[in-house]
């Protein structure tokens, strides 16, 4: 790794590492911590600190294993896009097309809290593209905010071990109604699992072996899966989230007994993956070069360019858009595309980057973004929940661009 060749200065990176330690390691709010970054398809800087688990001699290293939640889901856009590229399915396909259990379902009037749903037709049916940009109407169980959330919690939607399959969860999702009608508003939800469902009926694989096939092994993404094999559990991390009763982490899924080693019951577009920073790194170079990487091309590079564009109607961002009271972004300037977040106005999310940056990240923390312009991308990994309770996104991008020479 030669930093400076790459155009960054070494001592200001090496701040990068001596500010999480500090902040993060040190005062027990993470648990551990690693950072990758690299520019023009090479590697400039991949640090690891803090223990992989719980008074464990071993640390992180290259090898580790994170619960990489909703970065899985860029990963299911593109699977997608590959079908679209096949003339399999399209972006404006009404969803019902594919999965006719969602045909009708209507629109959040009334009800709830025991008292049955009253709901309204929707105008235009949900499309592909609301899916893939989050104006489904649909939303998760855990932002609390609604009676329809309070019916995904009792129904157990979108949860790894909630007894649903996918096809079952489609079914189960299909009962319920929208919050709002297709395309109306923006909301951080399940559309991307559903979009695994229309991966498995289109393509007439499990959405497990669908990836497995057509991105991780041409890819050479040979430790991303939904369930970590029985010889590679002494790799993966202890997760833990914040107790807000205790004040302090606790832990959540131990590395050494993880529900992650076990066959999950929803195999989530959404949430689902294990995989390593390197691994992730593949997936975020491959999308940096338009589509291929070493000399095996996954996706064209227009399919790219469409992925990338913000797709949210009347070009707005998510500030206006947005009716969610989570989601793994700054509304502000921030548009939506088909499957990441993409940067409109610079100065509206008031942190450095550029315009065209597209990125996401994962509720136990973990995060990533790529910057065309810059021609670089970082992905940073440790594993707490919510990934909302520091501002450790915001801190590490402005780092690693202030590191730029």
């Known amino acids: ?55 464990g001699a071993a640390p992180v290293d290259e090898r580790s294993l994170f619960r990489i939640a909703s970065m899985t889901k860029p990963i299911t856009s593109a699977a997608f896009m590959q079908l679209v590229e096949a003339g399999a399915v399209a972006v404006d396909t009404p969803v019902h097309h594919v999965l006719p259990e969602l045909r009708g379902v209507g629109v959040y009037q009334a009800g709830g809290a025991g008292v049955p749903f009253v709901t309204r037709a929707t105008t235009e049916p949900m499309r ?77 694989k499990p959405l497990d072996r669908y990836l497995a096939e057509h991105l991780f092994t041409p890819l050479g993404m040979h430790d991303t899966f939904f369930q970590v094999p029985a010889d590679q559990v002494d790799r993966l991390a202890d997760c833990h ?6 004040r302090e982490r606790v832990m959540f899924d131990p590395g050494a007994d993880s529900a992650w080693a076990r066959p999950p019951a929803l195999l989530s577009g959404g949430g689902g993956l294990v995989s390593t920073a390197l691994d992730y790194h593949r997936f975020c170079q491959m999308c940096a070069n338009g589509g291929t990487l070493d000399g095996v091309r996954v996706l064209g590079r227009k399919t ?74 970082a992905v940073f990994m440790t594993q707490l929940s919510p990934s909302s309770l520091y501002p450790i996104r915001r801190e590490l991008k402005t780092m690693i661009y202030a590191a730029l020479i």
């Open 1 to 55: 790794m030669d930093a400076e060749r790459l155009g960054f200065d070494p001592e200001r990176l090496r701040r990068v590492d001596a500010f999480v330690k500090e902040r993060y390691l040190d005062s027990g709010k993470f648990p551990h911590a690693q950072l990758l970054i690299a520019r023009d398809g090479e590697i400039a800087h991949f640090s690891h600190q803090g223990p992989l688990r719980e008074n």
């Open 128 to 204: 592909m593209l609301d899916l893939l940009r989050h104006t489904s109407g649909f939303t998760y169980g855990f932002q609390q905010r609604s009676n329809i959330d309070a019916a995904y919690r009792e129904a157990k939607l979108g949860e790894r071990d909630g007894g649903h399959d996918l096809q079952a969860f489609v079914a189960a999702l299909a009962r319920l109604p929208l919050e709002f009608p297709p395309g109306e508003a923006w909301n951080y939800s399940v559309s991307t699992d559903v979009i695994g469902a229309v991966i498995e009926r289109v393509s007439g």
């Open 241 to 246: 989230v914040w107790d807000s009763h205790q």
């Open 304 to 377: 790219l360019d469409l992925m990338r564009m913000n797709h949210l109607p009347n070009r707005a961002d998510l500030s206006s858009m947005s009716r969610s009271l989570f989601s793994e972004t700054q509304n502000a300037g921030t548009g939506f595309g088909l499957g990441f977040a993409v940067v409109q106005d610079v100065a509206r999310t008031m942190m450095p980057g550029s315009v065209g940056e597209y990125y996401w990240g994962g509720m136990f923390s973990t995060a990533f973004f790529i910057d065309p312009v810059e021609r670089l991308h």
